[in-house]
């Protein structure tokens, strides 16, 4: 009976050995695998025409930081469709990235695409 139970015992402490070293390897693989960005600066630039309308400019600053392998292809600014946005513009200020819109349901996208990602740098935005 005695050596049954030390097998028990051997084989709890076993799952929980194993459990906890499956913990820590899927906490650590999230934290290599981070992605974030953060917005240090922005600056608005704006002109209100005569006939009503404003001309917009956003100078915007992001800072990316991300694995090589896992990073932000696109950048994305939404509006509310109800807002007219006419002739839209956007490019990255000393790297290549393509500027494209698009229109869901309810928002207005503008979307900055880098095809080899915004991999970890500062990135200006107009």
Not at 50 to 61: L, P
Request: charged share 20%.
């Amino acid at each position: 009976m005695g050596n049954k139970i030390r097998k028990c015992r051997k084989s709890h402490i076993l799952l929980f050995s194993l459990f906890f070293i499956l913990l820590i390897l899927l906490s650590l693989s999230s934290f290599v695998f981070a992605k974030e960005y953060s917005n240090p600066s922005a600056a608005v630039y704006y002109n209100l025409n005569s006939d009503g309308t404003i001309d917009v400019v956003e100078w915007i600053t992001y800072v990316v930081d991300c694995q090589d392998s896992d990073c932000f292809y696109e950048i994305f600014y939404f509006f509310p469709k109800d807002l007219k946005i006419i002739n839209p513009t956007g490019y990255c200020q000393e790297v290549n990235c393509n500027f494209r819109t698009s229109i869901t349901d309810n928002t207005y996208e503008l979307i900055l695409r880098k095809e080899d990602g915004f991999k970890s740098g500062i990135y200006c935005c107009l």
